[in-house]
């Protein structure tokens, strides 16, 4: 009922600029939290960028630091993670995560996105 849906990822090479965005829709009553997570090929999961309640705090991994961004848009339930200076590393599936309260007075779930592909050519 709650989805998330990504797009913008592609083929750069290293060097060059991607933006992804992340749009939920379905029954929500708000977002508690949003942040981006990647999977390179061989290794697990982990997180690139979050953004908590409020937009008071983003925190990064040290590996993105200073070239990527993230944000979002309340009002339109989108989050953005700009990607520049991108490495041939940063090469993964990106996916959108949500916590998501869908009605008031009930439990927060996390959600997530089927990922959208970013390859870094070297």
């Known amino acids: 009922q709650v989805q998330l849906v990504e797009s913008g990822g592609g083929l750069v090479q290293a060097g060059g600029s991607l933006r992804l965005s992340c749009a939920a829709s379905g029954r929500i009553f708000s977002i508690d939290r949003m942040g981006w997570y990647r999977q390179a090929p061989g290794k697990q999961r982990e997180l690139v960028a979050v953004i908590h309640s409020g937009g008071n705090s983003t925190n990064y991994a040290d590996s993105v630091k200073g070239r990527f961004t993230m944000s979002r848009d309340s009002a339109k339930n989108t989050a953005s993670l700009q990607m520049n200076r991108l490495k041939s590393e940063d090469t993964g599936v990106y996916c959108c995560?949500?916590?998501?309260?869908?009605?008031?007075?009930?439990?927060?779930?996390?959600?997530w996105g089927q990922g959208t592909q970013v390859t870094v050519s070297s």
């Open positions: 995560n949500a916590l998501v309260t869908r009605s008031r007075g009930t439990p927060a779930y996390s959600y």
